[in-house]
Nanobody, 124 residues
Framework: QVQLVESGGGLVQPGASLSLACATSGRTFRLYAMAWFRQAPGKEREFAAAIRWSTGSTEYADSVKGRFTISRDNAKNTVYLQMNSLKPEDTAVYYC?????????????????WGQGTQVSVSS
């Protein structure tokens, strides 16, 4: 019903920047908010950022606040994650998520749809 496809991941050096994109398709009119999660090897999936489609209001995890920016292009039905000042600890698979619920949470269970993930590796 809803498809999410991430892109933009890659291998960069510490301090570099990357921009991720999440393209949505299907019955996207039912979506209320989007989020980015990440999962490092051997670690549990953690919340990074979220954004509401209508207002553009955002939420960030403390670990990325001030360095990452989530945004959306309503006309393109695409959500972005601009990542600056990348650190080795940012290395993870980044997942795009979407929810039809009006409640915006930081838990994976709060979201209905997930993308396949895109790998971000930060190493010298």
């Amino acid at each position: 019903q809803v498809q999410l496809v991430e892109s933009g991941g890659g291998l960069v050096q510490p301090g570099a920047s990357l921009s991720l994109a999440c393209a949505t398709s299907g019955r996207t009119f039912r979506l209320y908010a989007m989020a980015w999660f990440r999962q490092a090897p051997g670690k549990e999936r953690e919340f990074a950022a979220a954004i509401r489609w209508s207002t553009g209001s955002t939420e960030y995890a403390d670990s990325v606040k001030g360095r990452f920016t989530i945004s959306r292009d309503n006309a393109k039905n695409t959500v972005y994650l601009q990542m600056n000042s990348l650190k080795p600890e940012d290395t993870a698979v980044y997942y795009c998520a979407a929810t039809t619920n009006r409640y915006i949470g930081s838990g994976g269970g709060d979201y209905d749809y997930w993308g396949q993930g895109t790998q971000v590796s930060v190493s010298s």
